[in-house]
């Protein structure tokens, strides 16, 4: 995404990203599985989770960004990194395979 300074920060949510989150919110006293439904249904989350959200999103392009820098970003640019964050994890889940079609996607192909 582009942020409003011009700057570009990439959000990638992966294995990686949820682990980063889960321990950001886990220090921080919070429910990590709780908090990452509410940002996956759209229920309001925290802002918490949020700023670890993006934060754990925008590491591996960005590994000195820290959750400081987020929150300073979550003040100019926060309803388009929280759209940007939910776009990253729902490109992130994979679609439900049509019935049928489940057992053989589970199969890995032979070399």
Not at 23 to 52: I, K, W
Not at 75 to 86: I, N, S
Not at 88 to 98: F, I, L, S, Y
């Amino acid at each position: 995404m582009t942020l409003s300074d011009g700057s570009a920060l990439h959000l990638r949510f992966d294995i990686n990203a949820v682990c980063d989150f889960e321990e950001v919110m886990t220090a921080g006293g919070f429910d990590a599985t709780r908090e990452l439904h509410r940002m996956e249904t759209s229920v309001r989350p925290t802002v918490s989770a949020v700023r670890a959200m993006v934060y754990a999103s925008a590491r591996e392009k960005r590994p000195d960004l820290t959750l400081r820098h987020v929150g300073d970003l979550l003040r100019t640019d926060g309803e388009a990194l929280v759209k940007a964050a939910r776009e990253a994890m729902q490109r992130a889940a994979p679609d439900p395979a049509p019935e049928g079609e489940a057992a053989e996607k589970q199969t890995p192909p032979n070399p």
